[in-house]
């Protein structure tokens, strides 16, 4: 759609307040970064802006100073057309007319051709999330290259710090951790106490406390299978 011109353009989601080092050594040289919610402070957008122009959508757990990002986003950039939204269920109905659609929300990558019926593409995108790991899903962006000659939409698998570790609980356990993380959450207990009082690693608790917390009505098991047990 229009004149494309050369470009580079980071996709990223899902920072939930955290900026690892290696999404910024690959954002660096970016002409224009987008982030599909989930932002999580004001910094991020800051920190991405000092490296390129950002545009943000507002993602399920940015509120207060977050809460003036739009629900969604209509750009062209590179001479491509971008529809961007957080949850996949709030894109345009007509996707028809976008070059590439991206959404956040699920921490999980996806990268899928939707072909038209007049026989145009688009390339509907989820670059994953590049914050705090969830678990065992993959730390993921995507970088999207732009030329005359056509464009390039690439999976960039992030390095994991060795300071998150992987979570060794057996499903019972799991389970258990989860009914006890609830229970204290809705006692008003903070994550960290709740962490100390069971013996369980701090980011841990504090995923199952965010997945309650922004997932209204969520049972153990939605817990469990958004956690990929």
């Known amino acids: 759609m229009g004149n494309r011109t050369d470009m580079s353009i980071g996709i990223i989601s899902d920072t939930h307040g955290l900026l690892r080092t290696e999404v910024l050594r690959q954002l660096q040289g970016c002409d224009a970064i987008l982030h599909a919610g989930d932002v999580g402070s004001r910094e991020v957008l800051q920190t991405l802006r000092e490296i390129a122009p950002t545009q943000a959508v507002r993602g ?130 903070p994550v960290e106490a709740i962490a100390r009082k069971y013996g369980a690693d701090p980011a841990l608790a504090e995923q199952i406390a965010r997945l309650y917390l922004t997932h209204p009505g969520v049972t153990v098991e939605g817990i469990m299978a958004k956690m990929g047990l």
């Open 60 to 189: 399920n757990v940015d509120r207060d100073e977050l809460a003036v990002l739009p629900p969604s986003l209509d750009v062209t950039l590179g001479g491509l057309r971008f529809a961007v939204a957080h949850r996949k269920s709030d894109l345009p109905e007509d996707l028809a007319k976008y070059d590439i659609v991206v959404y956040g929300h699920t921490h999980q990558w996806t990268q899928q051709w939707l072909v038209h019926s007049g026989g145009g593409r688009t390339l509907l995108l989820n670059p994953g999330s590049c914050g705090p790991r969830r678990f065992r899903l993959p730390v993921t962006m995507a970088m999207l290259h732009v030329s005359g000659d056509g464009w390039t939409a690439r999976r960039i698998d992030l390095l994991r710090p060795q300071r998150e570790p992987e979570p060794a609980l057996r499903p019972t356990d799991m389970r258990s951790l989860i009914e006890q993380v609830i229970r204290e959450t809705d006692r008003g207990k």
